[in-house]
Structure formats: C-alpha cells, structure tokens
C-alpha cells in the first residue's frame, strides 16, 4: 500500500497515539503481555524507513489486539479521533485512510469504515428540499451551541443574489451572545419569492425547543420583522411594533408624529389583541419564554444609518425648497468630507464621498458621517440644522456608549424625542417616517442590552 508522506505522518502520529500505553498481546516472545505497546513499536520498526512495510503486511501474527477494553474505552478513542480531525481540520482523504489502517491492525475496536461516520456528518440528499418554487437547506444547529446554558443571538434577513435578479437568498444565522465573532449558519432559503414562514421557520424552532437554547435576541431590518412576526409592515396605519400609534398619510408618505402611545406588550400579542397589526400567528409563539416584542430590537444599521441619516442628507441634497441647501453649501460639505477622509485611520472602513453618491453610500460611511465627520459637515449649514443634527448625534454618541449611565440614557431618551418632534419644522411633515418614528423607541433596548452596537446587524 502507498501512502503519500502527508497522510503518512498523520497516520503515524495518531497510530503512536491512539495505542500509546495500552497492555497488549502479541505472538513474539519478547513481548510480556504488559508491556507498553510503544516501547515494543520503537524497538520493532524504524517508522521513518519500515512504516509502509509494517501496514503493508496482511500476517496475522503483526496483528495489534486489545486485552481489557470495553465499550466506553471504544467510544472514548472515537470521541478523540473526532475532537483530533474537527480542531486540526483534517481532509476527509486522510482520515479515511488513518480509518483503514486502525481497522486493519487494531482489531479490538470498532472504527468506522468513513470519515462521514466518524464526524457524524449526514449524506442524506433529503436535506435539500423543494420549498415554495424555491430550494431550501438546513444546517442545523451546531454542536458547540447546544447546551440548554448557551444563549444565541439570531439574524434572518433577505438579499437579492445579484443586482439585476429577482432571486432572493434568506439565511438564517446565529452564534453565541458571549462569543458573537464566530457566525454559523443554521439554514438557507434561496428562491425567487419570500420563503413560506411556517416552513421555513419550522427545523430552526424544532432544534431550538429540543436542545432549550435561549434566544437572547433576533436582530433584523424592519422588512424581516415583520415578515417573522407575521404582523404589517412598515407603511401601514398601525404597523409600529412597539406602540399603538396610528399613522397619518402625507404627500405619499406614513408618517407617524405621535410621541405618547400606549406601548405593547407580549401577552396582548400572544393572545391576538392587536387584531389590527397582527396577519396571523407566528412560529415564534411556540417558543414559551420569548418575548415577542422586547427580543426583536431596532436594528441600528437599517433604522438609524441607512434610514434616518440617509434621508436627512437626501432632504438637504435634492429634498424641497424649504430644506435643500444650495450648491454652494453642498460643495462645502463635500470638501469637509474630502479633508476629513484624508487623515481617516485604519479603524474607519471607509472613506467618506460627495453628496452626489449619496444613494449608494453604505452604512458605515453614514455612521462616520453620524457620529464624527456630520459636527463639521452641518456646520455649514444654517443654525437650525446645526442643532437639530447635534440633538440626534449626541444621543446616539450615548448610546454607543459600552456602559452608558442610567442618567445618560435618560438624557439621550429625551433627546430623541425632541429630534423627532422638531423634524417636523426643519424638514417638513413629511419627514417623520417609521425609522424616524423608531428612535423614540431606541432608549427601551439600549437599557436591556446595552450599548447600541451590541444589536445591530454590522457582525452579520
């Protein structure tokens, strides 16, 4: 048999390994029946130079065989050998050859004829499924995250698979709220229309109830919100997830300037109070102990970045005569966002660009804009702008606080309030959308879990 020198080196290590210190038997004289087997391989075979030809040989009398073994040894090697190949990322190939070659000569216990089976990896085709004109694949959940101990934080949302296609990519992903670096992957759903809730929903809720995994939050975009809670969406009279406000339509637009509205509360949407918000029941509801209101934050990333900042720029770039700014206050922004991008260190992903490319501006470029580059940029413009970008900066500055205090947040709270109730004179009536009305809500979240970076979708 030829071994190639990578697997052969594998092999030897995990051989010397796996049989290290064991009693054996063996038909050479020599041999005491207690003697260590790797004493007895050392002075028996040169592996640098004798190692094909020992494997090589079919004699019985070469055969290692076990004494004093039982079933929890046999399963406790099995355990290793899956620990060995997960933590060093063996190719299946090299296992599956160190597989044969402890079948053949450690004849005591029973080791798998596949790597598959020893990694307890499926093949079975079943896991891709035909799902509402769409294909759909579950993972599972991973064997590191289940533990009943464990809490999870999980991101559903929607992606379009290239620019110009209606095919969509929904996956679900998920890691651990203590170690959120390490992102796995429980599902996929890739089709052309949104994926059917209950289907979709059904294997990742199943595996959550079995291993009693704790949900610490789901974080996504206003659109997947209210596709996973089954409720309506933004746009609608009364499609807040958090108040009971009633929404008024302005030049084609949902706006929402009530500030004081009863809030909502999980029992009344369990129990299907909220006739005129809820389109029917969700899989969350199986779920005993999650709050299906409070464990769906705002999503920073979408609501704040992507959606109030942008539109601000966007009122003030092409927005009405009473808030657009002219070309000459424009330029001047551009070369403060120029200039600043200049001395931009490597902690800022990306540097800031003309006004003119607002559109396709990402959420990290907005967040600069937010939170550093905007105290310059807004200064150009009248006083009113000023103060009113200052009102919702400083708040949010606060809020990326890691540990902000309860006096702080407060005070951001009423900060807030006072943006949103002052949008209306700076910009208009029409400025007060949903992600505009969702920052009234924002301090509730930021007192459960912290600081604002800790549920947003940036990690995903």
């Excluded at 746009?235 to 009971?244: P, R």
């Excluded at 009405?320 to 931009?344: A, M, T, Y």
Aim: proline letters at 3%.
């Amino acid at each position: 048999m030829s071994i190639p020198r990578k697997e052969r080196r594998i092999a030897e290590s995990v051989f010397k390994t796996t049989i290290s210190n064991q009693p054996c038997v063996s038909n050479d004289d020599s041999l005491h029946s207690h003697t260590s087997l790797p004493d007895y391989i050392d002075s028996h075979f040169n592996f640098e130079s004798d190692f094909d030809e020992f494997f090589d040989s079919s004699s019985s009398d070469e055969s290692i065989r076990f004494t004093n073994h039982d079933e929890s040894n046999s399963d406790g090697i099995l355990q290793e050998l899956k620990s060995w190949a997960q933590f060093y990322n063996i190719c299946f190939r090299a296992i599956n050859a160190l597989l044969s070659i402890l079948r053949k000569y450690v004849s005591a216990f029973s080791f798998p004829k596949d790597s598959r089976t020893l990694l307890g990896h499926s093949n079975k085709s079943k896991l891709v499924m035909p799902m509402n004109g769409g294909e759909y694949f579950y993972f599972g959940i991973p064997e590191a995250l289940c533990n009943n101990s464990t809490s999870i934080i999980v991101n559903i949302d929607g992606m379009s698979v290239h620019v110009n296609s209606r095919l969509s990519f929904w996956p679900i992903l998920i890691c651990d709220s203590h170690k959120p670096e390490r992102i796995f992957i429980a599902a996929c759903y890739v089709g052309r229309t949104k994926p059917p809730l209950s289907m979709y929903l059904e294997d990742f809720i199943t595996d959550i109830i079995k291993f009693k995994l704790n949900i610490h939050f789901i974080i996504a975009d206003s659109p997947a919100r209210a596709f996973l809670k089954n409720i309506k969406q933004f746009g609608g009279y009364y499609s807040c997830e958090y108040c009971l406000v009633k929404g008024n339509y302005i030049d084609n637009r949902m706006t929402y300037a009530d500030l004081h509205c009863t809030l909502r509360n999980n029992c009344d949407f369990r129990s299907g109070e909220y006739h005129n918000h809820i389109l029917g029941e969700t899989p969350f509801t199986k779920i005993i102990d999650f709050d299906l209101i409070e464990n769906f934050p705002i999503d920073s990333m979408h609501c704040l970045y992507l959606g109030v900042m942008r539109r601000m720029l966007l009122f003030i770039s092409f927005g009405k005569h009473k808030c657009r700014q002219p070309e000459r206050i424009i330029n001047d922004i551009n070369k403060v966002h120029n200039g600043f991008s200049l001395g931009l260190p490597v902690e800022f992903n990306r540097k800031l660009r003309d006004l003119a490319e607002l559109k396709s501006f990402k959420a990290t470029e907005l967040r600069t804009i937010l939170l550093y580059a905007g105290f310059c940029s807004f200064s150009k413009i009248s006083n009113v702008f000023f103060k009113h970008f200052c009102l919702l900066a400083v708040a949010i500055r606060i809020m990326a606080m890691r540990s902000p205090t309860v006096e702080l947040r407060d005070y951001a709270k009423e900060l807030l309030l006072e943006f949103v109730a002052k949008s209306k004179d700076v910009y208009g009536s029409n400025f007060i959308v949903y992600n505009v009305h969702l920052l009234i809500h924002l301090h509730q979240f930021i007192s459960k879990y912290g600081s604002l970076e800790e549920f947003s979708c940036f990690r995903f």
